[in-house]
T-cell receptor, first 113, second 116 residues
Framework: GENVEQHPSTLSVQEGDSAVIKCTYS??????FPWYKQELGKRPQLIID?????GEKKDQRIAVTLNKTAKHFSLHITETQPEDSAVYFC????????????FGSGTKLNVKP | DTGVSQDPRHKITKRGQNVTFRCDPI?????LYWYRQTLGQGPEFLTY????????KSRLLSDRFSAERPKGSFSTLEIQRTEQGDSAMYLC??????????????FGSGTRLTVV
């Protein structure tokens, strides 16, 4: 099955700086890559996703890039704010099975005011 | 409809007891999923329903676990003879069919199970 690895496990940035979280996947057939934000004790919430037919997608301060050849994708958050502090999870799903996601182990982002 | 609802939010049980969790998906969503999340890890897939049919089960879902979605609406997850290793957050999610542009894979807030 698919294996998703996520780095770093923790990331501390100063408010206003950028943050980058990277994920790699193993199954070249995967073609949908969502990113979820999970605050302490709350549900994972979808913040952005990308399908394999595009290389980049942006939504205000958040962007995701995908390199299918290298099998990695990254989350970029610009102008970070304290409310961006949370755990972020990447996920991948194989083309023939859009019934489950394979998640990375998460990145705890701390934005210092 | 405000999203995926799960009940209870927290459950403490003694080892060996049975527990049952409930998930109410977004009403228009025909797909429903159960995941397990342990501390410091990403969610791990347990099982999936398309309407009332359970179409896939993970190897994580031992014989002590059973899930149902009798009328294609809400779902229940039962754990029999609980063990301490069952302690985790149990997350439910729902979605429309892929590749609907409103696919909308949405998680509930989860049920946190503690087995003592």
């Amino acid at each position: 099955g698919e294996n998703v690895e996520q780095h770093p496990s923790t990331l501390s940035v100063q408010e206003g700086d950028s943050a980058v979280i990277k994920c790699t996947y193993s199954d070249s057939a995967s073609n949908y890559f969502p990113w979820y934000k999970q605050e302490l004790g709350k549900r994972p919430q979808l913040i952005i996703d990308i399908r394999s037919n595009v290389g980049e997608k942006k939504d205000q301060r958040i962007a995701v890039t995908l390199n299918k050849t290298a099998k990695h994708f990254s989350l970029h958050i610009t102008e970070t704010q304290p409310e961006d502090s949370a755990v972020y999870f990447c996920a991948a799903t194989p083309a023939d099975n859009f019934n489950k996601f394979y998640f990375g182990s998460g990145t705890k982002l701390n934005v210092k005011p | 409809d405000t999203g995926v609802s799960q009940d209870p939010r927290h459950k403490i049980t003694k080892r060996g007891q049975n527990v049952t969790f409930r998930c109410d998906p977004i009403s228009e969503h025909n797909r429903l999923y159960w995941y397990r999340q342990t501390l410091g890890q990403g969610p791990e897939f347990l099982t999936y329903f398309q309407n009332e049919a359970q179409l896939e089960k993970s190897r994580l879902l031992s014989d002590r676990f059973s899930a149902e979605r009798p009328k294609g609406s809400f779902s229940t997850l039962e754990i029999q003879r609980t063990e301490q290793g069952d302690s985790a957050m149990y997350l439910c999610a729902s979605s429309l069919d892929w590749p609907n542009p409103r696919y909308g894979y949405t998680f509930g807030s989860g049920t946190r199970l503690t087995v003592v």
